[in-house]
């Protein structure tokens, strides 16, 4: 009952939010001469227009729910996971690793496209493990350790693609990619000329899963207990320091998830440089979900569509794709907002089931 309330107010909060956002979104746009309903059909036409768009949108959304549902899990252990992008990374280039290795290459694609999800997991999960284990063992912030290894792994990324597995039709240059997928590892896509695969209802299959383990397993009642009070959990008999291993490696397995879908079914390979920031937008979508696991799915739609609608902007309208950008910046201001000034709002609607 507690878990659905809060689940009402996120949801309230995610729609007060929007609200907020295209009001003073829409302000900002008359100052600066610009129609809001031009920018608002652009951004729907760049989201959802044509079939093609609203294709690219899940296949913007896809990395980013299997990231937010990274962060959240991480936070709901008490830890602030915030190299969730590094964690990604390492994921892509397990799974390019797996996808590309010529002794995996004869494996039917039943048993090598789990395999290269699998691989990415493990490289997000390694990838999560120093962080945390300086955390339990020497006090250190995981906040500057995780955001710290993000940077480590683009630099690791960048000389695993560009030196030691480039792919020899890449000449040499800035950019490079490791050798292509067999075409037994390559993600198929759902949708004819889409880059929407299995990967998207998987992650929601996740989600859902993940609800389940926090609300009816004990290994989940006793990580979120450790993430509400790690003094309390300890002096109740649990072991903080494992639980908090096991959540962070589950934080930074499912961030490598994210990469392996970005790999398996966008570029087939990993490349450099990785410009995309699916890990962070991932934090940002999971604190505009409040964190609960139900509405992930929701909120990595809405900044996919965002992600994927500014591209619309430029093409459908002459306002710039930046103003995507400072919307989506927008929104998270406001959502993150968990309480209203009582002169202003005496009490939410009666659906949130509390007052403020």
Known sequence: MVKMAKARVALAILAAATVLTALVGSLILIVTGQNPLDAATGLYQGAFGTATSTTATLAQTTPLIWAALSFMVGFRGGIFNAGGQGQFIMGAFGAAAAGFAPALAPLPAAIHVPLVVLAGAVGGALWSLPPILLKVYAGTNEILTTLMMTYIAQLLND??????????????????????????????????????????????????????????????????????????????????????????????????????????????????????????????????????ELLIPLASLFFGALQQGGLGLQIFTPISQYIADVLMAMIIIFASARSIPRPLVPRLPRFLGKRV
């Open 159 to 292: 000389w695993l693609v560009l030196d030691v597995f480039r792919a020899s039709t890449i000449q040499p240059g800035t950019n490079a990619q490791t050798p292509t997928l067999a075409s037994s590892a390559q993600f198929q896509p759902l949708f004819p000329r889409s880059q929407v695969t299995f990967m998207l209802p998987l992650a929601v299959i996740a989600a859902l899963a993940i609800w389940a383990f926090f609300r009816w397993t004990v290994l989940g009642y006793e990580v979120s207990f450790v993430g509400k009070g790690a003094r309390a959990a300890e002096s109740s008999g649990m072991s903080v320091r494992k639980l908090a291993i096991i959540a962070m490696l589950l934080s930074g397995a499912l961030a490598g998830a994210a990469g392996a879908s970005v790999v398996g079914g966008v570029f087939q390979a990993d490349i450099t440089p990785f410009n995309s920031n699916v890990g962070f937008n991932g934090i940002l979508a999971a604190l505009l979900a409040g964190n609960q």
